[in-house]
Each structure stands twice: as C-alpha cells, then as structure tokens.
C-alpha cells in the first residue's frame, strides 16, 4: 500500500475532523465550507467559547455527496434534499432517492455530451471548410 493511500485510509479512521482537514483533504475553500454551513448542510462542532469547527464522519461523508453532486450537475438545494433523507430511515430512502435521481442525471448528462459532441464534429467540419479556403 502507498503512503498516499495509507494516508486516505487513516483520515478515513478518524473521528473528527478540522476545517483545515476537510479543505486539504477535498481541495476546498474555508469560505466554501463556511457556505456549506451557513446552508445547513454541514453541521461542525463548536465548544462554547471556542471558534475552532470539529466536523464529523457523517460531515466528512456529506461533504463528499456535496462536491460530487455539484460536479455532475446538481443545485445545492437538490443535494440537501438528498442529504436531509439520510435522517427517514437511516439512509434506506435516502439510497432509494439518490439511484432516482442519479439515474435521470446520468441521462441527461448523456444527452448533453451527445449534443456537444455533435457541436464539436461540426465545428471541426467549418474549421476545414476554412482551412480549405485560405490555401
């Protein structure tokens, strides 16, 4: 096992995690986590009189679902729907919901990568056109 992997393993064994653990480890802003909180989507610990934010497994979990929702195309406000579900039945909804939800995206991400590529043969196709014209 590399040190790296060894390295993801032991942050994935820890209780608790810092603000600076969570931007390191998901290469995320303080200010993005900050925003994730104040959208009730994170829930750090704070001791009273303290400002340091100890997040937890499930916050660490949750942060995972945030940034790969937002990267495959969902709102912030369809991924705490999704998210808010864990708390039903201990994730069985939740589970149910997201192969939904994940399935309709995937097809329409499929749809768009097919319109896209189709915009890119065709302009591939007016590139030679051009090319063609200025020889």
């Known amino acids: ?48 009189g303290k400002t340091t934010r100890i ?14 929702g937002k990267r495959v195309g969902f709102s912030l406000s369809e991924i705490k729907a999704m998210i808010d579900l864990y708390d039903i039945d201990k994730g069985k909804t939740q589970r149910r919901v997201l192969l939904e939800k994940f399935r309709e995206q995937t097809l329409l991400l499929e749809q768009q990568l ?13 590139y030679k056109t051009i090319e063609r014209m200025e020889r």
Do not use: C
């Open 1 to 48: 096992m590399g040190k790296f992997s060894m390295q993801l393993d032991m942050h994935r064994l820890q209780k608790s995690y810092s603000i600076s653990d969570l931007r390191h480890e998901f290469s995320v802003t303080l200010r993005a986590l900050r925003f994730y909180e104040s959208l009730d989507l994170l829930h750090p610990i704070r001791h009273e």
């Open 55 to 68: 997040y937890s497994r499930r916050d660490r979990a949750r942060l995972k679902l945030i940034l790969f």
């Open 114 to 126: 097919s319109v896209q590529l189709n915009a890119l043969e065709e302009l591939k196709e007016e």
